[in-house]
Structures are given as C-alpha cells and as structure tokens.
C-alpha cells in the first residue's frame, strides 16, 4: 500500500497515538499497530485495529483527563 500523501510504500510500525474521546478526556493509546509513511509520517489505521480501538475507547473511565492505555492484541 502507498501513501495517499506522498506516494512512497508504507510501512507495519507500531506508534502511539492520542484519541480525545470527551470535551476534556484525552486517552492515548501505546503500541498501536499501524501502516505508517517514513517519508512524511502519514499513517492508516486497519478496520479491525480500529474496531478494537472503539472497544477499548467506550470503556475509558468518564472522569479521567488524560487516561495513558497499552493496546493489547
């Protein structure tokens, strides 16, 4: 697969990546999986990687501001 931005092949990383879930609730997630560009670091996350993060993102604890969760395959 090539990146949509500048073309070159992407590559299987693994990256941490912030997701806001509420107003003032940040969860970051560790250890994503995800096809990242090495060129201008664009990257795709896969459907099923995605659904797991939905998983994961509906269960962060309402009242916390900043929630730092391992992504466990």
């Known amino acids: ?4 931005v500048c ?6 990383t693994r990256t941490d990546l912030p ?3 509420r107003e ?3 969860v970051i997630l560790k ?5 990242q ?13 995605l659904g797991r993060v939905d998983e994961i993102l509906a269960m962060v604890d ?3 501001e900043l929630e730092i ?3 466990a395959t």
Do not use: N, Q
């Open 69 to 71: 969760i391992s992504y």
């Open 37 to 49: 560009c090495e060129s201008c670091s664009e990257y795709l996350i896969d459907d099923t990687v």
């Open 7 to 12: 073309g070159p092949e992407l590559k299987a």
């Open 24 to 26: 003032t609730s940040i």
């Open 31 to 35: 250890s994503l999986p995800v096809m």
């Open 62 to 64: 309402s009242e916390a």
């Open 1 to 4: 697969m090539r990146c949509t």
């Open 19 to 21: 997701f806001k879930v």
